[in-house]
């Protein structure tokens, strides 16, 4: 058999091979190459690899830089290898690549995600030493089927929707500054600053400004749902819905997502799908009529 290279991507093409070979492994949560571009110009060691054999990518991998992922000692990493090319080595030669370049960091340990469903890559990480912290959920929402309630906020409160008060930006971030930390995995570490946190979050040329409400107390934010668009214009993505604590409890989560609800059926999108990762946010989005059908399972391990 021929032997496997591992590449770091260079250049737009490496990054849609990359790109391409990630989304058939996880569908579910797609990157997009521009993205992925605007990500490795705002992180000096930021790695996309590419696993060729022969002329053919068989696998990809990812270790991120950001300033946060630096000072955790265990970085997030991906190692993603389509089944028709697991049980040949790929994944072992990435996670080693992978490995040494986090080393050369001062890095301690690896930080990294897994389908539930995916047995090959559970037993993959558990055979070498990757323990798991917590889980998350995929929901849907298939918008033929749903009937949103009046989305009207509560007494005080009024939506706005980013596309149209894109001064609402520092408001928002403020929402996000208090309530990322509350969040499980990487998401909680993405509002150290203003321009960190509309980097990662409203950089990303899938936003749906539209589709993205800001609620308001008079001139204060209590609370935002950013929400992608894919598969051309027919899929609705719940990245974030965060409120401040002061106002929980008020329907101001429910009456944004419903409200998202509302705008995507009237753009036509087919359904709308979150992963929710606290008992909060899996409570709001059952009581909407979303299904639950997949979990995602974060990990911690050795360098290997």
Request: some cysteine.
């Amino acid at each position: 058999m021929t032997s496997i290279e591992i590449r770091p991507a260079s250049g737009y093409a490496d990054l849609e091979r990359w790109v391409a070979v990630r989304n058939e492994v996880v569908p579910d949560d797609p990157a997009d190459p521009g993205m992925v571009a605007l990500l490795r110009a705002g992180e000096l060691e930021h790695v996309n690899l590419l696993a060729w054999r022969d002329a053919e990518v068989v696998g990809v991998g990812m270790l991120t830089t950001d300033r946060i992922a630096l000072a955790s000692e265990h970085p997030y990493v991906e190692v993603l290898v389509p089944a028709r090319h697991r049980g040949q080595g790929v994944g072992t030669a990435l996670l080693a690549d992978v490995s040494e370049r986090a080393r050369k960091l001062g890095m301690q340990g690896l930080h990294v995600d897994a389908r539930e469903e995916d047995a090959y890559s559970l037993g993959f990480l558990e055979r070498r030493g990757f323990v798991e912290q917590f889980r998350s959920d995929r929901f849907v929402l298939e918008l033929a089927r749903a009937n949103p309630a009046d989305p009207a906020a509560p007494d005080g409160v009024s939506i706005h929707w980013l596309g149209e008060r894109p001064d609402l930006v520092p408001a928002a971030y403020e929402v996000a500054a208090a309530t990322y930390p509350e969040l499980a995995g990487p998401v909680s570490r993405l509002a150290g600053t203003q321009h960190e946190w509309q980097l990662y979050e409203l950089g990303d040329p899938r936003v749906a400004f539209d589709l993205t409400p800001v609620a308001m107390a008079g001139d204060e934010a209590v609370g935002f749902g950013i929400l992608l668009s894919a598969e051309n214009g027919t899929l609705g993505m719940h990245r974030v819905t965060v409120v401040l604590p002061a106002w929980r409890r008020r329907g101001v989560g429910s009456a944004l997502t419903r409200a998202q609800i509302a705008a995507a059926k009237r753009a036509s999108l087919e359904r709308l799908e979150a992963w929710a990762w606290t008992d909060v946010q899996r409570s709001l989005f059952a009581s909407l009529g979303y299904a639950a059908r997949a979990a995602s399972i974060d990990f911690c391990g050795p360098l290997q």
